[in-house]
């Protein structure tokens, strides 16, 4: 896995080559119309490529228009461990806030998305790679706790290199967090979708993101605990083509389906009809 100086995924909010009209592909360096580029919902049209959206694109298109309330705004990371490296945690806080105008990596809260009332939460990987840290992890049990309470369908949407290493064995405890929540919210009968986009990978893989009853994924997406290289050394052998790939897990059973970004609400909405309707056999 490919790892810049942050310690994390190459962050993709590196989209706007060129502010103004024209916005210039990442992958295949084509420009695109920007109006276009976002009517497509920030997929090229020349190379399919899925630029990443935040977490605030991501939920102000997939519910309802102006129907998002949001949760725990306000919560904000501490540094347990006074950790530094080539920096500080803090001093790499304050430029992911500076960054995303977030206190840390996940917006959660309720809204509507085709009339019914959801529960959502999405992770933003422009904040430190989306890494899952006692803010992320607290957030996120929050918002299933509540969907538990309220009896309301829960979506998640995973980006994230996975544990955020600067809390050390703080971030670690939020997979088991969330991961009991999610039980909880199983235990009493809620239905959980959880949608993982490129790249989900680490501790989010490893914790909640696994766990939906409806796993989704976009396309090309790459869904892994440790990284290709790291497997590779530690068995001694060569991967196969396309390897932790939505294609590749789908067809081996790790995820339920893959849907284009454009279909991605149309499908929600089916799916959460279906479960409302007479026809589901639950
Ligand atoms: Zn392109």
Redesign the pocket.
């Known amino acids: 896995m490919v790892q810049d100086k942050e310690g994390v995924l190459p962050p993709q909010n590196r989209r706007t080559a060129s502010d103004g009209l024209w916005i210039k592909?990442e992958?295949?360096?084509?420009l695109?119309y920007r109006r276009e580029w976002e009517r497509l919902l920030q997929v090229?049209p020349?190379?399919?490529?899925y630029s990443q959206l935040t977490a605030k694109e991501r939920i102000a298109f997939l519910l309802d228009k102006a129907s998002f309330k949001e949760h725990d705004k306000d919560l904000k990371p501490t540094d347990p461990l006074g950790f530094k490296d080539s920096k500080t945690y803090k001093k790499r806080l304050a430029q992911a806030q500076k960054k995303t105008g977030l206190f840390d990596a996940t917006i959660t809260g309720e809204g509507q998305l085709g009339g019914h009332k959801v529960a959502i939460g999405a992770l933003d990987f422009g904040f430190m790679g989306g890494s899952m840290g006692t803010v992320v992890g607290e957030k996120i049990t929050r918002i299933i706790e509540k969907a538990t309470k309220r009896r309301l369908p829960l979506i998640l949407v995973s980006s994230s290199g996975g544990a955020r290493m600067q809390e050390g064995v703080f971030s670690l405890m939020q997979m088991v967090k969330t991961s009991s929540a999610i039980a909880w919210f199983k235990e009493k009968g809620g239905l959980y979708i959880s949608i993982l986009t490129h790249p989900t990978t680490g501790g989010v893989t490893a914790s909640f993101a696994s766990l939906g009853d409806i796993i989704i994924a976009e396309p090309k997406t790459l869904i892994g605990f440790a990284g290709p290289r790291v497997i590779e050394k530690t068995i001694k052998e060569s991967l196969p083509e396309g390897f932790q790939r939505a294609e590749f897990l789908l067809k081996h059973g790790l995820i339920d389906m893959i849907v284009e970004r454009h279909h991605l609400r149309k499908v929600l909405i089916q799916i959460l009809d279906f479960f409302k309707s007479e026809k589901c056999p639950l």
């Open positions: 592909c992958k295949c360096q084509e695109v090229c020349h190379c399919r490529y």
